[in-house]
């Protein structure tokens, strides 16, 4: 059997956590009481409808709430849609460097992966078109793309959900990141709400800093996630009490925007420390960026462990050479900087003050 990826995200690394793309929640405070108010009913099951947080999000994205299902992270809805549409052992279409969770949903429901080659380190439609075949159900796009940050325009999304469309493969677009690349401009979250035949993920865990809640949704036209909804039957209390009340609260308390400003600050000076560093990289349209280390990636992840600082290997994902951090705050940036024994051209000026001093 295939060896299926995994990884550490022990909680006993709280610090420095630069290897699994997340953000923090220090914006999401006042959302204290509304936590210990719905544990005043722990005792019970949380609405296996999840009419409150269905609602919330319909009114918000402006869709109709049979277009959506919830899921206990974008991470059980994909495993949902591989029980769904790859009944038989049908194949899913992805991209050979991307999110592993679309391969390891593929593989534990039976079925199999077309994988195709990014080109440049980006999706490539060409290249999707030519692992399409009889046997492939559904095909996952990653937009923007995990694990290299690269972001594929929304015109050649739309020509991704055309041909997918003619070759009666169901597109599902996975935009976990999207608020980090400018979500109104790239997304095809509308689209799909005015008819486009296709899946879109979203997910609480990255901009919106609710990675421990475990929740994300799907939406797509109702016939499609009517079937996704009948898999789910199985497990009617998927999502927590907590995420039902929590993620609905977080999307009107106006903090993604300042993460996004925040991240995309950050990510813009590490994109010119990079530069001025000659350290490859990918142009990155996340919180996250996938780069080259000088001196390659063993002897990076080894001073990594040194300094106690977790960033992520990509030969997991087929990228051998390359390495994945993720930056969300000041003290990340700093501490990445540092990992690649870069110091900024700022602190080396103080440095020489000091020392002239
Ligand atoms: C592209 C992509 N999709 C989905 C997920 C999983 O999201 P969730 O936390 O909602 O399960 C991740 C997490 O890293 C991801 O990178």
């Not at 277009?67 to 591989?82: F, Q, R, S, T, Y």
Request: with cysteine.
């Amino acid at each position: 059997m295939t060896k299926l990826t995994t990884f550490n995200a022990s909680d006993n690394h709280v610090q420095n956590r630069l290897h699994l793309n997340e953000t923090n929640s220090d914006k999401l405070q006042v959302l204290d009481s509304l936590f210990l108010d719905e544990f005043k009913k722990i005792s019970t099951y949380p609405d296996p409808s999840n009419a409150e947080l269905i609602n919330t999000l319909a009114e918000f994205y402006h869709v109709p709430k049979d277009m959506l299902i919830l899921g206990n992270g974008v991470d059980e809805i994909v495993l949902l849609m591989c029980l769904t549409f790859l009944k038989g052992g049908k194949s899913s279409l992805i991209a050979e460097q991307t999110f592993p969770g679309y391969e390891t949903s593929t593989i534990v429901v039976g079925g199999k992966n077309i994988k195709v080659p990014l080109v440049n380190l980006k999706c490539n439609l060409e290249r999707f078109k030519d692992g399409i075949n009889d046997d492939v159900a559904v095909a996952f796009l990653c937009n923007p793309h995990n694990p290299t940050g690269s972001l594929m325009r929304i015109n050649e999304v739309e020509q991704f959900i055309e041909v997918m469309n003619q070759n009666n493969i169901i597109p599902i677009i996975d935009e976990a990141y999207i608020q980090f690349a400018d979500e109104q401009k790239h997304s095809v979250l509308q689209k799909i709400a005015n008819g486009a035949n296709a899946i879109v993920l979203r997910t609480f865990s990255k901009a919106y800093g609710l990675a421990g809640l475990r929740v994300g949704f799907a939406m797509g036209p109702k016939a499609l996630i009517d079937l996704v909804a009948q898999s789910a039957l199985a497990l009617p209390f998927r999502v927590n009490r907590f995420a039902q009340r929590l993620a609905g609260e977080v999307l009107s308390l106006g903090t993604l925007e300042k993460t996004v400003q925040e991240v995309n600050g950050l990510m813009a000076q590490l994109t010119a420390q990079l530069s001025q560093n000659n350290i490859e990289f990918v142009p990155s349209s996340t919180n996250f960026m996938c780069f080259k280390p000088h001196h390659g990636t063993e002897q990076l992840m080894a001073r990594a462990n040194h300094l106690g600082t977790q960033v992520r290997d990509c030969t997991a994902f087929g990228l051998s050479g390359w390495i994945r951090a993720s930056i969300c705050s000041q003290q990340d940036l700093h501490n990445l900087l540092n990992l690649l024994s870069i110091v900024p051209v700022e602190a080396k000026d103080e440095e020489l003050l000091q020392t002239c001093e």
